[in-house]
């Protein structure tokens, strides 16, 4: 069942006008970063380190939110439409399949996205900043932090989606809770934050590893929200219908 509910979410991006902005919003986001980078090398070391908190500054803040709620409000954009919550009730399939399956195609979504964050950082780094070398493997890890942390923007993301017809409102809450994010990490609380998860992942803006020392609590936190989200998303999902 989940496997069909897969395939379909799958076939709805072919073709799908968020392939522009899957390659053109981290294009921006790395130009914000370089170009900050390269305006205040007096204050920053000339480093691979150094240009990875510019470039996730943006990043984690304003694009990868934004990425993550346009990708759920795209899908979920079908079952809002018309009389097709009533097709979703009665289809031989658990209710919370459909989440997982979309939950999975935004997971998949989002790692390519993190690919392609990196290949443009390192050509960033390589064209525009002239560092030598090649990133260090420490940044490998933070990319991978950066996607753990990120699933529970995911699964916030998709359950506001689907429940708010629109599909601009959950973009303005990502960014919103971007910032809450940025001011949550800044007071050392930002565990308790879904959005500043990924912040912390992807360690960003900070020279220091934010992290270290303190992994379990990390995955406690991610997983917790997880948890709490998704248990949210199939009670709503098996104990009445979503209001759209």
Not at 218 to 233: G, K, P, S
Request: with cysteine; charged share 10%; glycine share 6%.
């Amino acid at each position: 069942m989940l496997l069909r509910c897969l395939r379909a979410e799958n076939r709805k991006l072919h073709a799908s006008p968020i392939w522009i902005l899957f390659f053109l919003l981290p294009v921006i986001s790395a130009a914000y970063g370089t170009v900050n980078y390269l305006g205040n090398l007096g204050i920053l070391s000339a480093s691979w380190y150094a240009l990875w908190t510019q470039h996730t500054l943006f990043y984690s803040l304003f694009f990868f939110p934004t990425l993550v709620a346009i990708y759920a409000s795209y899908l979920w954009r079908l079952e809002h439409l018309g009389h097709n919550w009533n097709l979703i009730m009665a289809a031989p399939v658990p209710p919370f399949a459909l989440f997982l399956a979309k939950f999975f195609v935004v997971v998949n979504l989002v790692l390519l996205t993190q690919c392609w964050i990196f290949l443009l950082y390192c050509l960033c780094g390589k064209v525009f900043a002239t560092l030598p070398g090649w990133p260090p493997i420490t940044l490998f890890v933070f990319l991978l932090r950066g996607a753990l942390g990120g699933l529970s923007v995911i699964a916030l993301q998709l359950l506001l989606s689907m429940l708010i017809r629109s599909f601009a409102v959950p973009i303005f809450i990502a960014l919103f809770g971007g910032i809450i994010g940025m001011l949550a990490a800044s007071q050392d609380v930002g565990l308790f934050w879904p959005y500043a998860l990924m912040q912390y992942g992807m360690n960003s803006n900070k020279s220091e590893d934010m992290l270290s020392g303190n992994l379990f609590p990390f995955f406690a936190a991610y997983l917790l929200w997880l948890t709490v989200l998704f248990c949210t998303a199939n009670l709503l999902l098996t104990r009445r219908d979503v209001k759209s």
